[in-house]
């Protein structure tokens, strides 16, 4: 049973640019998360999916960001117009939801904007 | 609103002493959950355990205990002889219940430092 895995584990930017993450959960979870975790804090929900469908997005997804589930089985996060700010570690988790809806965190984006 | 509180930041121990990690929660639900994470120097978050807000027993795991306290909301974590390879930044967190949005409200996390 492999993990949560996420690509790239690192992205070097300029201030600007697109960029595109991608999160593959854990075959059987229906359920997904993205968190963004900025030095010295904890990790922050963004947004999560149960299934294809987007339930809820938190008020640190500006209009920049879009996330989408297509099939319910890998999400991607795309930042559009990145800005020095964006620099943070995106986290994906899965989870199956239920009686215990534990989530299973990936190892993370490094998003760096210069 | 949810909020985790975890008031210590830093915390240097030398190997084999007993170490307790401090967690006190807000929040306005009746059924929720609690869990640690682990954060070791590679990034990646760890779970650690869950426990049910139904559920005070506490809980052993090896040189891991969990004492869950609903009176002062709190949910502290201690690590007996504790070793080197137990240094990393620990987070507690808070969701709702299942079938709810289970997001997860973090702690700031406590870096913990095992001295050989």
């Known amino acids: 049973d492999t993990g949560v895995s996420q690509d790239p584990r690192h992205k070097i930017t300029k201030r600007g640019q697109n960029v595109t993450f991608r999160c593959d959960p854990i075959?059987?979870?229906?359920?997904l998360y993205w968190y963004r975790q900025t030095l010295g804090q904890g990790p922050e929900f963004l947004t999560y999916f149960q299934n294809e469908a987007q339930l809820e997005k938190s008020r640190l997804l500006s209009d920049r960001f879009s996330a989408e589930r297509p099939k319910g089985s890998f999400s991607t996060l795309e930042i559009q117009r990145t800005e020095q700010g964006d620099s943070a570690m995106y986290l994906c988790a899965s989870s199956l939801v239920g009686a215990t809806d534990t989530q299973y965190f990936g190892p993370g984006t490094r998003l760096t904007v210069l | 609103a949810q909020k985790v509180t975890q008031a210590q930041t830093e915390i240097s121990v030398v190997e084999k002493e007993d170490v307790t990690l401090d967690c006190v929660y807000e929040t306005r639900d009746t059924t929720y959950y609690l869990f640690w994470y682990k954060q070791p120097p590679s990034g990646e978050l760890v779970f650690l355990i869950r426990?049910?807000?139904?559920?005070?027993q506490n809980e052993i795991s090896g040189r891991y205990s969990w004492n869950f306290q609903k009176s002062t909301s709190s949910f502290n974590f201690t690590i007996t002889a504790s070793q080197v390879v137990d240094s990393a930044v620990y987070f507690c967190?808070?969701?709702?219940?299942?079938?709810?949005?289970?997001?997860?409200?973090f702690g700031k996390g406590i870096t913990l430092s095992v001295r050989p």
């Open positions: 967190a808070l969701s709702e219940a299942p079938g709810a949005n289970s997001k997860l409200t």
């Open positions: 075959s059987e979870h229906n359920r």
């Open positions: 426990r049910n807000s139904f559920d005070e």
